[in-house]
């Protein structure tokens, strides 16, 4: 199946900017092998729509709620996301784990959430550096993937180790590979024949630099790309590098 490149553009971006940076990624995207999504703040997920109508490009939110509606004033909710048009969600990611304090329970009652309004999740997992140097990282990451996923999962995973995002510090090929074998190992596990299809995305300071190297390893499904995808130059050349 073809590679997952979605780019995750946090808390950057306003109006003017996003479609421009939207129309740059669509004008280049012609001859790519992989399927490409983009996530903006949900203040440009309707413009961005807009840019990318007709494209085959996918639109992600950058998370959700677990319920459908409701009091839950500041929330954004999947079916929300979806009559947007966002054919995506990043649930779990490290920035919300640590600043909102998201547990595992609640990054499963989201991810539940987005597949019942139509969404495709991507889930994070991943250690933080003092994890790993006590050994403790398929501990951490292992028990993050098996209480985060509802049964039924259907969707994306991405490993992101903790002490790589936006450092510049990337794993070596041997980590990465070994990470990714270690989680399709505990996805078959669970789910059977089904967990081969889950794709396993890479994330933590991808750049056009080690984009190849990484996503040529064989269990690297994609890459969820943080600061290089809010230039498109750099976000389309780690999508050209891509199997």
């Not at 996530?39 to 939110?61: D, E, R």
């Not at 998370?63 to 779990?92: N, R, Y």
């Not at 990451?141 to 259907?154: T, W």
């Amino acid at each position: 199946m073809p590679q997952v490149i979605a780019g995750n553009w946090k808390m950057n971006g306003l109006a003017a900017g996003a479609e421009a940076l939207a129309g740059a990624v669509r004008s280049g995207a012609d001859g790519l092998s992989c399927r490409l999504v983009l996530c903006p703040p949900f203040t440009l997920l309707a413009p961005v729509a807009t840019v990318l109508a007709g494209s085959g490009i996918g639109l992600g939110g950058q998370d959700c709620h677990p319920e459908p509606a409701g009091a839950h004033t500041g929330d954004i909710s999947a079916p929300m996301l979806a009559d947007v048009g966002a054919s995506h969600v990043i649930l779990g990611h490290s920035e919300r784990r640590q600043d909102h304090g998201e547990s595992d329970a609640l990054v499963r009652a989201k991810t539940a959430a987005a597949l019942a309004a139509g969404l495709v999740p991507i889930v994070c997992v991943g250690e933080s550096g003092a994890q790993r140097q006590a050994g403790a990282a398929e501990e951490v990451v292992g028990g993050q993937l098996g209480a985060s996923l509802p049964d039924g999962f259907a969707g994306l995973i991405a490993y992101e180790p903790v002490w790589a995002i936006g450092t510049g510090l990337t794993p070596t090929a041997a980590e990465i590979a070994a990470m990714h074998d270690f989680l399709r190992n505990r996805l078959v596990g669970r789910f059977g024949v089904g967990g081969r299809e889950i794709a396993i995305l890479y994330g933590g300071s991808v750049k056009p630099a080690n984009a190849g190297a990484i996503l040529a390893l064989d269990e690297v499904g994609g890459a969820l790309v943080g600061g290089a995808c809010l230039q498109a130059a750099d976000f389309l050349a780690i999508a050209a590098a891509a199997r």
